[in-house]
């Protein structure tokens, strides 16, 4: 299914932040940011470092069961779901996670990456450090109640939409209701009787569900689950006991707030941009009105968009007695996923990323240990008859990343007439050379030639503009063709991975061995992005 691999360095790309690129590149100012840079052989401090203890793995294995159990998932004592769950239990075993949002059937590509990630990460540390156990872990961001970003999925075909009131409400809640229409959608996508078969199955992952929780839940199963993954739903009162401490920390010292404020305020003076910014309470509160703010009034806490008001005393007992209530925001989540889970390392993209680099002071001031910050895999599936009409036009891949403008300049230097920019770089090369001669033996002579050099530049620069205009004529269908490809692996001018669905190759091909090509595929290097070539 995969013919051929390529590969464009992050600098190259031009996709990612400076914060990003000084990060892969170990750059002095963003060491204060993390603990342990991602190297294979720096998991052996983390191991070391990472505290998990029994009572806590017993209550993470317990719960696991009984969230397959709720999504209607039968566990054989032989599968690899329940040995990888029992695994847990033992002192040797650590996971390495990464989470999404429940997007509608997987979301965007890179939802798929971003879980191929972390199991690829488990097999080589395991190979690594033989002595010990290595859980993919996938969470669920069951919580999240921003409904407008899950709701929809993108192929060639158009945009399928999931049209309903979700009411404010966390989306792992949503009922399945009129679900029909994104169903009937998805099942027009085959264009042949084993794509047929292949979306029924996935369509039935839904179907049989109680919520979209259970139902991303069952999906996900299916796609990886002889891999090894766990999946875990953090909208759980058993796991949220252990949260109490930190829900009271946040509410009533707001320790949180003050350590990632001066974490931004850092970041910013260094020149870097910030990602999140925090509250003074970072919680949510979910009621029958749906996830909304908990603000403080004086002495009394109050829940937006509701009537309900909480004294100190009233809402300290909903904490101890009634912790599912509460949510954590972006900031938050984090602390919760590490407190919960015998984790070494979180997989993310770069945005992800960026804002756990400002998280670290919040571990420290909750006593939880930071984990390695990995980023995922980034991945672009190029149709082999699209590269075969690129080469033959004299473009690369890697060529697709660079600006319209300059494409237009490559072919036009590639056709036999064109080349301009070359020659005007020659000549600016060439009067550079004798001013630099003029300098050594009169600099009266040099400051003439510069005077002459800067004269001609405005009128050359003029000339060559309309130059270019008659050269990128020439050009301009085979232009045409190359954007037109182009806008293929960046439609609407986001990446690929960004942007369609897993399912545009699923509409004639086998997902499964799709996913399982690019798995063979992807590697953990952290600085380049990887370009297959599908048939």
Request: glycine share 4%.
């Amino acid at each position: 299914m995969i013919l051929n691999k390529n590969y464009i360095g992050f600098e190259e790309s031009n996709q990612f932040t400076k914060l990003i690129l000084d990060y892969v590149n170990q750059k002095t100012n963003t060491k204060q940011f993390y603990s342990h840079f991602p190297s294979i052989e720096n998991f052996s401090t983390q191991i070391k470092e990472k505290t998990f203890d029994s009572n806590s793995r017993k209550i993470l294995a317990n719960e696991l069961l009984k969230q397959y159990e709720y999504s209607n998932i039968i566990l054989t004592k032989n599968s690899t779901t329940l040995q990888q769950i029992n695994l847990l239990e033992q002192e040797n075993t650590y996971t390495i996670t990464t989470g999404h949002q429940l997007c509608l059937f997987t979301g965007p590509l890179y939802f798929i990456y971003k879980i191929l990630s972390v199991i690829k990460w488990c097999e080589e540390l395991k190979t690594k450090y033989p002595t010990y156990n290595f859980v993919p872990v996938f969470w669920m961001a069951s919580e999240d109640h921003d409904f407008a970003e899950i709701n929809h999925i993108y192929t060639s075909e158009g945009k399928i939409n999931w049209n309903i009131n979700s009411n404010n409400k966390p989306v792992g809640q949503l009922l399945l209701q009129n679900f029909s229409s994104v169903t009937d959608n998805v099942a027009k996508l085959a264009t042949n009787n084993f794509a047929k078969k292949q979306l029924e199955e996935w369509i039935d992952c839904y179907n049989k569900s109680k919520n979209l929780s259970t139902a991303t839940r069952n999906l996900v199963h299916s796609l990886f689950a002889e891999k090894g993954l766990i999946i875990i739903d953090g909208d759980s009162k058993v796991l949220k006991k252990e949260l109490v401490e930190i829900i009271k920390k946040d509410l009533f010292e707001n320790i949180n707030y003050t350590a990632i404020t001066s974490s931004n305020k850092l970041l910013k003076s260094i020149g870097y941009k910030t990602q999140v910014n925090g509250r003074e309470i970072n919680f949510f509160y979910i009621n029958n009105s749906g996830r909304s703010l908990i603000k403080k009034q004086k002495e009394h806490y109050r829940v937006e968009n509701t009537d309900k008001i909480l004294t100190i005393e009233q809402l300290i007992n909903e904490i101890e007695n009634y912790p599912e209530r509460f949510s954590p925001n972006v900031i938050i989540r984090p602390l919760y996923q590490e407190k919960i889970l015998p984790n070494l390392a979180y997989v993310g993209g770069p945005g992800e990323i960026a804002y756990w680099l400002q998280l670290k002071s919040l571990f420290q001031v909750n006593n939880i240990h930071f984990p390695i910050l990995l980023l995922r895999s980034f991945v672009y599936l190029i149709q082999a008859k699209d590269f075969n009409q690129l080469k033959k036009a004299g473009i690369t891949l890697q060529d697709l990343f660079r600006t319209d403008k300059e494409i237009e300049r490559k072919l036009i230097a590639l056709n036999k007439d064109g080349g301009h920019k070359e020659k005007w770089e020659e000549i600016n090369d060439c009067l550079q050379q004798i001013i630099d001669i003029a300098k050594k033996s009169d600099n009266k002579l040099s400051s003439e030639l510069i005077k002459l050099k800067t004269s001609n530049n405005k009128q050359l620069k003029s000339i060559f503009k309309k130059l270019e205009k008659i050269q990128g004529s020439k050009v301009s269908t085979k232009h045409k063709k190359v954007k037109s490809i182009k806008n293929k692996y960046f439609p609407n001018k986001l990446p690929q991975e960004r942007y369609f669905n897993i399912l545009e190759y699923g509409k004639t091909e086998s997902i499964k061995e799709l996913i399982h090509s690019i798995y063979n595929e992807i590697s953990t290097t952290q600085n380049e992005i990887q370009l297959l070539q599908i048939y």
